[in-house]
């Protein structure tokens, strides 16, 4: 499991209020992503991290921000929550450092907004 | 960008049948391609990748480049199969990874 752990497990909370899931590593690997999982769309990347300090969008990064300060965390937060970001939030990190390297994951975050 | 397509969102065989996941993918490079499982109550986990040439818990995928296919298949599907299948295509860059919308297999005793 690459010893990810992801935090919190579940949440809910109202619209319009700050969210941070945080995802931890303990495998020093360079990568970090964050997904999320919703029916019909598959994984969908929101943002990912190359290094410390050094993110990049993904498809899907409209109303998140991240932040990795430490290799081994990597922080995604809902400014203002949504409904339509009522979903299951995964984190990965890549297990080599480019090409052909497995992701692992986290168990998932699940988040609903009210 | 790349783009890949799951077309079936349900797929349900009977133990013994043979089992076939359509992964299509769009991009103009040579991507390398995997497939995700998530069985339940488990993490998402990697399946097989096209460059090992594998075959995993029985299933084999192959690469059809004229197609831009990464189909898997597996001739004797059983119970345990039952789950979440993801097709992916990592971009020559090496560091994101597309994910499909998924297939939820059943196989059913």
């Known amino acids: 499991d690459a010893g990810i752990t992801q935090s919190p497990r579940h949440k809910v909370t109202e619209t319009g209020t700050p969210v941070t899931l945080r995802c931890h590593q303990t495998?020093?690997?360079?990568?970090m992503y964050w997904y999320r999982q919703d029916p019909g769309h598959g994984l969908r990347l929101i943002h990912y991290?190359?290094?410390?300090?050094?993110?990049d969008k993904g498809e899907v990064s409209d109303g998140y921000s991240v932040s990795r300060s430490k290799t081994e965390d990597f922080l995604l937060t809902l400014e203002s929550a949504t409904s339509s970001q009522t979903s299951v939030y995964f984190c990965?990190?890549?297990?080599?450092?480019?090409?052909?390297?497995?992701?692992?994951f986290g168990e998932g975050s699940r988040l609903t907004v009210l | 960008a790349q783009r890949v397509t799951q077309p079936e969102k349900l797929l349900s065989v009977f133990k013994g049948a043979p089992v076939e996941l359509k992964c299509n993918y769009s991009?103009?490079?040579?991507?390398?391609l995997f497939w995700y499982v998530q069985y339940s109550r488990q993490r998402l986990q990697l399946l097989l990748r096209?460059?090992s040439r594998e075959s995993i818990k029985g299933f084999t995928a192959d690469l059809n480049k004229g197609e831009t296919s990464f189909h898997l298949k597996k001739p004797f599907a059983q119970e345990e199969d039952s789950a979440m299948y993801y097709c992916?295509?990592?971009?020559?860059?090496?560091?994101?990874?597309?994910f499909g919308e998924g297939t939820q297999l059943t196989v059913n005793p």
């Open positions: 991290s190359y290094g410390v300090k050094d993110t």
């Open positions: 096209h460059i």
């Open positions: 990965a990190t890549l297990g080599t450092s480019g090409f052909n390297g497995e992701l692992f």
């Open positions: 991009y103009s490079g040579s991507p390398e």
């Open positions: 495998e020093n690997h360079r990568y």
């Open positions: 992916a295509c990592q971009e020559t860059s090496g560091s994101r990874l597309t």
